[in-house]
């Protein structure tokens, strides 16, 4: 779980001194939000993350707003993870970020049958990214193949990607059904800077690629077959924090709908909803449903 602390300038920033600002603390955190989009729009899920204490009653009734089924681990030795995000005139944001009891996460934390009734294991990138959540993540990916549970995966961070070794994610998620990389994420994994290039190589690890570009829209790649491009909805950017997560959700509400063998069309159909979805987030600060 994470608390976001969203900062977009009114004025030219002033160095030294005072910068009127829309100032906004607001629930955070990719696959919170992620899950919060999921359950909103109609699929079942179950949330499992570790929280400071003071904070667990809160997140949690955020979460079980939209539908969640959050199980929270109470930290009483680290603060909630918190990210301040400073939001451009563009809408583009820089995050500075304190992960906090996150990095605390262990296998302990995660309820009891958490893989009962579950269908899919959908996975972000943080949780590779620091020695003790890796045994974590892989702890997880190896009970669903053991379970021949789909698996999902969104790389999430492009600067914490460049630091692991190369060819290292693409190992530990190699087979997943569905990854979800931005376009910098991409270029991390795939070595490449083309969009079209990069989704079909990264076809050779992953059975469906959902590229997000942004304003661009989406790159929807399958092996064996050219990458087709999905437009973008317009929408006047105020803040994209969060849009890609709203994409994602919205997506694997409609992929999980569309039952064990989505076709074609599913696909393009899901991926032309998501990017609705998210055009709808960066209008607006935050990027939970509302």
Same mark, same amino acid.
């Given at each position: 779980?994470?608390?976001?602390?969203?900062?977009?300038?009114?004025?030219?920033?002033?160095?030294?001194?005072?910068? +009127?600002?829309?100032?906004?603390?607001?629930?955070?955190?990719?696959?919170?939000?992620?899950?919060?989009?999921?359950?909103?729009?109609?699929?079942?899920?179950?949330?499992?993350?570790?929280?400071?204490?003071?904070?667990?009653?809160?997140?949690?009734?955020?979460?079980?707003?939209?539908?969640?089924?959050?199980?929270?681990?109470?930290?009483?030795?680290?603060?909630?993870?918190?990210?301040?995000?400073?939001?451009?005139?563009?809408?583009?944001?820089?995050?500075?970020?304190?992960?906090?009891?996150?990095?605390?996460?262990?296998?302990?934390?995660?309820?009891?049958? #958490?893989?009962?009734?579950?269908?899919?294991?959908?996975?972000?990138?943080?949780?590779?990214?620091? +020695?003790?959540?890796?045994? #974590?993540?892989?702890?997880?990916?190896?009970?669903?193949?053991?379970?021949?549970?789909?698996?999902?995966?969104?790389?999430?961070?492009?600067?914490?990607?460049?630091?692991?070794?190369?060819?290292?994610?693409? !190992?530990?998620?190699?087979?997943?059904?569905?990854?979800? +990389?931005?376009?910098?994420?991409?270029?991390?994994?795939?070595?490449?800077?083309?969009?079209?290039?990069?989704?079909?190589?990264?076809?050779?690890?992953?059975?469906?690629?959902?590229?997000?570009?942004?304003?661009?829209?989406?790159?929807?790649?399958?092996?064996?077959?050219?990458?087709? !491009?999905?437009?973008?909805? +317009?929408?006047?950017?105020?803040?994209?924090?969060?849009?890609?997560?709203?994409?994602?959700?919205?997506?694997?509400?409609?992929?999980?709908?569309?039952?064990?063998?989505?076709?074609?069309?599913?696909?393009?159909?899901?991926?032309?909803?998501?990017?609705?979805?998210?055009?709808?987030?960066?209008? !607006?600060?935050?990027?939970?449903?509302?």
């Amino acid at each position: 779980m994470i608390n976001d602390v969203l900062v977009k300038p009114a004025d030219e920033i002033t160095p030294g001194s005072d910068t +009127p600002s829309a100032i906004r603390a607001c629930p955070g955190g990719a696959a919170a939000g992620q899950a919060a989009w999921m359950a909103h729009l109609g699929a079942r899920v179950t949330f499992a993350g570790r929280v400071g204490a003071r904070d667990a009653d809160y997140h949690r009734r955020e979460l079980a707003r939209f539908g969640v089924d959050a199980h929270l681990a109470e930290d009483d030795q680290a603060d909630t993870g918190t990210i301040v995000i400073m939001v451009a005139p563009d809408g583009e944001r820089t995050m500075f970020t304190d992960r906090g009891a996150n990095l605390r996460l262990r296998r302990s934390d995660l309820p009891a049958g #958490v893989f009962d009734d579950a269908a899919v294991l959908h996975l972000t990138g943080y949780t590779f990214f620091e +020695p003790a959540l890796l045994e #974590v993540a892989l702890w997880l990916l190896e009970q669903a193949r053991s379970r021949d549970m789909a698996v999902t995966i969104d790389p999430a961070s492009a600067a914490f990607l460049a630091r692991v070794e190369p060819g290292a994610f693409l !190992r530990w998620t190699e087979g997943a059904a569905v990854c979800f +990389p931005n376009r910098d994420e991409a270029a991390v994994l795939a070595g490449e800077a083309d969009p079209v290039t990069m989704a079909a190589r990264l076809t050779q690890h992953y059975r469906l690629v959902l590229m997000k570009l942004g304003a661009d829209g989406c790159l929807l790649a399958v092996p064996g077959e050219a990458p087709v !491009r999905i437009p973008a909805h +317009p929408a006047q950017a105020r803040d994209s924090t969060g849009a890609g997560d709203a994409f994602c959700g919205a997506f694997m509400s409609r992929w999980l709908a569309a039952g064990p063998d989505p076709q074609a069309a599913d696909l393009a159909a899901a991926a032309e909803f998501a990017t609705r979805v998210a055009a709808s987030v960066v209008t !607006r600060l935050g990027g939970r449903p509302w």
